[in-house]
């Protein structure tokens, strides 16, 4: 994310003049903002980009909050020449107006009464004014608002609790967590993506909201935790998820009719304060994973795999003690397997599954090979070729890619500093140079015309060979020698036309 922080010189977004406060607004929001004005409107910035910029951040969109019913919304906008789409049913009170190809949400100040849905309100309706519509609101950051003339309002005290970087829910923690349940996780998720701690109160509110996770749809979950996963501090999210206890509740998928519990991440609980042998690790398990996951680039698959590449650890059976001595031998494929079913309950797509699981229990193999000279690297890799687990040479350098990021971050994750990663660097790379010259599928084959007519009916049974002997090394993947070995294989074989 941009930061304009340069901007604001060593004043913060409150103590600048209106004007400056103005001039990081975005000029289609401003226009848009001013054409309803024009029409004798009220219209705010409000929401995640009043927060953003407050931070010094560049928002990514532009919410609007306008006084004006939605066909009142749209007549304004078209007055003034602005293309406005009444977002319907689906979204309440919400007017699309495109401006510069950009598009802005205006909605109409909204109040909600929350029922007996975990999420969704009983009923909305639209509110007089703008401070009734920031009251909804789930965070004091979240719940600030930007006039057109730079005015800020900040009736929750967002503002402060911004300075002091702490997340806070407007109004009493619990209430909120029980009017919408997915609040629970949203406030995980904006920890990771602000660099915020939990406000005592907000910690505090939390558990008595729990019992209504269940009505949580699956879906909405997954979005949430997957997308506090990628956030730059995750870790902070995800030690709010689990030392809260929510990790431990349950929500829900509909299939075919039918509900059924999804435990969210339980296994996790574990490893929370578990010891680990001080010569090799600085943290205990818990913290070392938070390390490790923010150590990984931020992308899904690698940080899925390194919140669980040592989920195995502690578990009965592969944990070993005696006297100073602590081992967690076959943890990795221990986790794989407890992975793999997490992955599964969260209906994650079968390639993901398989993915993440792999990278889980390759792990340690990885580390030992990167680590031992006489690891032959070309037998492994010839081996994955071969064992159809990926379905292309692009999917298993991907993997090797995902692989070595882990295996880096894992370094990093005990203690040890950037340059202690560079010979997994190196080796990650070799093992991918080796994966380029091996091809996984039949298609990768680099055959011609020739070798299809040579092989003629017998051409599936044909290539299948071909290619495990490409893979082996024995033969080389060359069109003349693939159309020389396909006669040979031809003739082994005796196929009638
Ligand atoms: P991001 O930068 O991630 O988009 P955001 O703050 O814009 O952050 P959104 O989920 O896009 O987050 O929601 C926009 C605004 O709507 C929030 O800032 C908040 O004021 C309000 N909001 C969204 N979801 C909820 C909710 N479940 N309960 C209360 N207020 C909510
Ligand atoms: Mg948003």
Redesign the pocket.
């Known amino acids: 994310m941009l930061h304009l922080r340069t901007l604001f010189g060593r004043k913060s977004f409150g103590g600048l003049s209106p004007a400056d406060r103005l001039a990081l607004v975005d000029e289609g929001a401003l226009f848009v903002m001013r054409s309803l004005q024009q029409a004798g409107c009220e219209a705010y910035l409000?929401?995640?980009?009043v927060?953003?910029l407050a931070m010094g951040l560049v928002?990514?969109?532009w919410?609007i909050a306008v006084s004006s019913k939605p066909e009142e919304t749209v007549q304004a906008l078209e007055a003034a020449g602005i293309y406005a789409v009444d977002g319907g049913g689906r979204r309440f009170g919400t007017v699309i107006a495109v401006y510069g190809g950009v598009n802005y949400e205006v909605t109409t100040f909204r109040r909600e009464v929350y029922g007996a849905d975990a999420?969704r309100p009983a009923s909305v309706s639209f509110a007089d004014s703008i401070g009734e519509d920031l009251a909804?609101?789930?965070?004091t950051v979240?719940?600030m608002a930007l006039d057109g003339e730079g005015r800020l309002y900040d009736p929750a005290g967002g503002l402060k609790d911004l300075a002091d970087r702490k997340l806070r829910t407007v109004g009493e923690a619990a209430e909120?967590f029980r009017e919408?349940a997915?609040?629970l996780f949203?406030a995980c998720?904006?920890l990771g993506?602000l660099d915020f701690l939990a406000d005592r109160s907000l910690v505090d509110g939390m558990a008595p909201a729990f019992s209504r996770v269940s009505g949580l749809s699956l879906e909405r979950v997954r979005s949430e935790v997957e997308?506090l996963l990628v956030t730059a501090h995750a870790g902070r999210g995800l030690d709010l998820l689990v030392r809260s206890g929510l990790c431990r509740c349950a929500c829900r998928v509909r299939e075919n009719g039918q509900d059924t519990e999804v435990p969210i991440l339980p296994e996790l609980s574990h490893l929370v304060d578990l010891p680990q042998m001080k010569q090799f690790h600085k943290y205990d398990a818990w913290y070392h994973t938070l390390a490790v996951v923010e150590a990984a680039p931020a992308r899904r698959i690698v940080r899925w795999a390194a919140l669980l590449h040592d989920v195995g650890k502690g578990m009965p059976g592969v944990r070993h003690v005696e006297g100073e001595k602590i081992t967690d031998y076959n943890h990795d494929h221990v986790g794989a397997a407890m992975a793999e079913e997490i992955l599964r309950r969260w209906r994650f797509p079968e390639k993901d599954v398989h993915q993440i699981a792999w990278l889980v229990a390759n792990h340690m193999k990885f580390h030992y090979f990167a680590n031992v000279q006489e690891a032959d690297v070309v037998k492994w890799v010839r081996r994955l070729a071969m064992q159809r687990e990926f379905a292309s040479q692009k999917e298993l350098i991907g993997t090797i890619r995902e692989m070595t990021d882990l295996c880096k971050a894992d370094i990093i994750g005990c203690g040890r500093p950037f340059s202690a990663t560079e010979g997994h660097e190196a080796f990650g790379r070799c093992m991918m140079d080796v994966a380029a010259s091996i091809p996984v599928s039949a298609g990768e084959l680099h055959y011609d015309r020739r070798t299809i007519e040579a092989l003629g009916p017998a051409v599936a049974e044909g290539m299948k060979n071909l290619l495990l002997r490409v893979q082996t090394g024995e033969l080389k993947n060359e069109p003349d020698r693939l159309y020389r070995a396909a006669l040979r294989f031809r003739k082994r074989h005796g196929h009638d036309e």
């Open positions: 409000v929401g995640g980009c927060r953003d928002p990514h969109d919410d999420h909804r609101r789930d965070f979240n719940a909120r919408d997915l609040r949203r998720r904006f993506q997308r």
